[in-house]
C-alpha cells in the first residue's frame, strides 16, 4: 500500500517570487485606495474579530464532518473521529496556505495524519472524495454569485469575461464529469502505469485503481449520506457568507450591507481562492478581487481592500494554531 509522505513546508525561490510578487500587488492595491482609508476600517472591526475568527474555525469544522461521513461510506468498520480529522484539517491548512503547493500539500497531510486510526486507502479515498464534493458545490457557489453580480448595472467588461468563462467551465466540467461516470474511463489507473517503475508500480497501480473505483461508486451513494454531506458543505458556505456580512457591517462608513453583496463577496473569494491557491496566503490577489467586486457592488473598493486584510487576518490565527498542532504532535513522537 502507498504511504504518501507528510510535506515539510519550506522556502523555495519560487515560493520566494510568488510571494515577492503577491507583495507588490498588495502594496499597489493599498497605495490605490489609500492607507488611512484601509486601517479605519480594519481598526473599525474591533471585537467582531472574534466571531470573525469562531466562523473561520466553524467552516472548518464542518468540511472536517463531511470528510467524517465520507471516511463512515468507504469503510465503516473503523470510523475517523472527528477530533482527528478536525485537527488534521486545520494543520493541513496552515501547510497549504504556506507553500505555494496548495493542495498538494495539505491533502496528502490529511491522508497522514489520519493513516494512525483509518487505513491510509481509506483516508486517501475519502480526502479524495470530499474534495470533489466540495469542489461541486463550489461551482454552484460561483453559477450563482455570478448571476447575482450580473443582474447589476455598470459591471466591468473584465469582470463579465470572467463570469461567462466561470459558467463555459462550469458547463465543461458538467459535461465531462457526466461522461466520465456513465464511461467510467480508467485515467487514474492508466497514469499510474505509465509513471510507476519497478516492483511498486503493481502496487502503486492497485491502489489508484481502487481509488478510481471508489470515486466512480459515489453516484450509487445512498442518497441520504450524499445529501448529509453535501448539507454539510452548504454550511461550510452560509457561514462565509455570514463571515463577509459581519465584518462589512462592523466596517464605519459602509453603509447598509445585505446579505447579496456578503454572498457575491464570498463567491468571487471562492474563485481567488481556487485560481491563486499556489499565491503563499493570496496576498495581493485577494486585495484586487475583493475592492473591484465592492466598488462595483457600491461598498467602495476600501471596504473591499479591508475585508480582504481582515479574513487575512483571521487565516493566520488559525494557521498559527494549526502550526501549533503540528508542533504538538511533532513533539509527541520525538
Known amino acids: 500500500m502507498v504511504t504518501p509522505a507528510q510535506p515539510r513546508p519550506r522556502l523555495s525561490w519560487t515560493t520566494l517570487l510568488v510571494g515577492l510578487l503577491g507583495l507588490a500587488l498588495f502594496v499597489v492595491s493599498v497605495r490605490q485606495v489609500g492607507w488611512a482609508t484601509i486601517e479605519a476600517s ?26 467524517v461521513l465520507c ?13 482527528v480529522a478536525f485537527e488534521a484539517t486545520i494543520i493541513s491548512d496552515a501547510l497549504g496556505n504556506l507553500t505555494p503547493l496548495g493542495l498538494l500539500a495539505s491533502e496528502p497531510t490529511k491522508v497522514v495524519l489520519a493513516r494512525r486510526h483509518v487505513p491510509t486507502l481509506v483516508s486517501l ?9 466540495y469542489t461541486v458545490s463550489v461551482l454552484g457557489m460561483l453559477l450563482v454569485g455570478v448571476w447575482v453580480l450580473l443582474q447589476r448595472a455598470g459591471v466591468p467588461p473584465l469582470l463579465e469575461r470572467m463570469g ?40 502503486a497501480s492497485h491502489d489508484v485503481a481502487h481509488l478510481e473505483t471508489q470515486l466512480y461508486d459515489v453516484i450509487g451513494w445512498p442518497g441520504a449520506r450524499l445529501l448529509h454531506v453535501a448539507a454539510w458543505e452548504a454550511a461550510f458556505h452560509v457561514a462565509a457568507v455570514a463571515e463577509v456580512w459581519v465584518i462589512l457591517r462592523a466596517m464605519p462608513g459602509v453603509g447598509d450591507v445585505r446579505l447579496a453583496d456578503a ?4 463567491a468571487a473569494g471562492r ?28 461598498l467602495g473598493a476600501p471596504s473591499g481592500v479591508a475585508l480582504a486584510i481582515v479574513r487575512r487576518v483571521r487565516i493566520l490565527l488559525i494557521n498559527g494554531l494549526g502550526m501549533a498542532l ?9
Open 164 to 203: 461567462e468563462a466561470v459558467v463555459a467551465l462550469s458547463v465543461v466540467g458538467a459535461v465531462v464529469a457526466a461522461w466520465a461516470f456513465r464511461t467510467r474511463p480508467a485515467v487514474l489507473s492508466w497514469l499510474a502505469r505509465r509513471l510507476a517503475r519497478g516492483p511498486a508500480s503493481r502496487l
Open 125 to 133: 479515498v475519502s480526502v479524495t472524495v470530499e474534495n470533489v464534493l
Open 271 to 298: 474563485f481567488i481562492t481556487v485560481a491563486f491557491k499556489f499565491v503563499p496566503y493570496r496576498l495581493g490577489v485577494d486585495e484586487v478581487g475583493s475592492g473591484s467586486v465592492a466598488q462595483v457592488l457600491g
Open 42 to 67: 480594519v481598526r473599525g472591526v474591533g471585537v467582531a474579530l472574534l466571531p470573525v475568527v469562531v466562523l473561520g474555525l466553524l467552516r472548518m469544522a464542518m468540511r472536517s464532518r463531511a470528510w
Open 263 to 266: 454572498f457575491v463577496l464570498e
Open 71 to 83: 471516511a463512515g461510506q468507504v469503510d465503516g468498520t473503523r470510523p475517523l473521529p472527528f477530533g
Open 326 to 334: 503540528m508542533a504538538r504532535r511533532s513533539a509527541r513522537l520525538q
